[in-house]
């Protein structure tokens, strides 16, 4: 086991130098084999919100400014932590080939901006894939013993293809088709603009270079630089009213958004939470074609 405590949130800038080392694609020297994830767990045990980021977060991604911290807000900030986890662990993979899949994450209440919280981020969860391999990052948010806020993030390392029995139990990701607009609920077409990816590093400290510019995204296999997934989950989340006081939204990321682009929301209404039923999908589409973005659902959690 090899966890870390920190007295704040580390800074990219102190570990620069060995993300550029974890960009390069791992050879022989691969400190552990790729059947196993480090046993690390680092934390920020008081964790005090930047009201200036938090105020920056809010207004890119569209969120209200009402005391209340978004429920995407805290898997921006664990970022920071899995960074370092990633550089600093033995760590199988090269954090260039990473693919961001999946992402939940659950509030169990409002939480205040001016809260004082402690953070843990850890890996988790490695299985094989029918692209590579796939895991987790699992963080959790407490305020004092208890567990406020529960995030999960799932990431794919492209690789060679496991045999056809050692995914056996993954189930197929569905496919996903562009429903009938809900007259109750939230239809809205807007652009996302070109520079949405460079606005976004600079206050979530996602400097991938895909999202940056053509240039740099070319390098990746990529024609333009493509939006960050968690701004476009943020911004469909934002955009859908007022949501439950304890929920969980999770979304799997489909197709990248290309910039800049036009996109189309389509999502049930979240009034339904509170009276017929326990959850509410919605969508992100292309304007242009209909292809999706992302898929995801709101599940109201019971306060029993």
Request: hydrophobic residues 40%; proline residues 6%.
């Amino acid at each position: 086991m090899s966890d870390k405590h920190y007295d704040a949130l580390p800074k990219a800038h102190t570990t620069y130098a060995n993300i550029i080392k974890s960009l390069l694609p791992i050879g022989d020297n691969a400190k552990v084999g790729k059947d196993e994830l480090p046993q690390a767990t680092y934390y920020v045990n008081d964790l005090h919100i930047d009201q200036d980021n938090l105020e920056d977060y809010r207004k890119i991604c569209g969120f209200a400014d009402d005391g209340k911290i978004p429920i995407t807000y805290f898997s921006v900030l664990s970022q920071a932590l899995q960074m370092n986890m990633m550089v600093k662990e033995p760590f199988p993979f090269a954090m260039l080939g990473l693919v961001h899949v999946d992402n939940s994450v659950t509030q169990y209440r409002p939480i205040g901006e001016r809260e004082t919280i402690a953070m843990s981020v850890s890996f988790d969860n490695l299985r094989d894939h029918a692209q590579g391999q796939q895991f987790d990052f699992v963080t959790t948010v407490k305020s004092q013993d208890d567990v406020i806020w529960e995030g999960v993030s799932t990431y794919l390392a492209r690789g060679k293809k496991p045999a056809s029995n050692a995914i056996s139990k993954n189930k197929p990701r569905p496919v996903t088709v562009k429903p009938m607009v809900d007259e109750e609920g939230t239809h809205a077409i807007f652009e996302v603009p070109e520079d949405i990816g460079r606005r976004y590093a600079f206050i979530s400290g996602d400097f991938n270079l895909i999202h940056l510019h053509p240039l740099s995204a070319r390098a990746f296999g990529f024609p333009k630089a493509i939006a960050h997934g968690m701004w476009s989950k943020a911004k469909c989340l934002a955009m859908m009213g007022e949501l439950p006081d304890a929920y969980t939204a999770e979304v799997s990321f489909k197709l990248p958004i290309f910039l800049p682009s036009e996109v189309e929301l389509i999502a049930e209404s979240v009034a339904k939470l509170d009276t017929t039923d326990d959850h509410c999908n919605f969508g992100l589409y292309s304007a242009k074609n209909d292809k999706p973005h992302l898929a995801g659902v709101v599940k109201l959690i019971s306060e029993d």
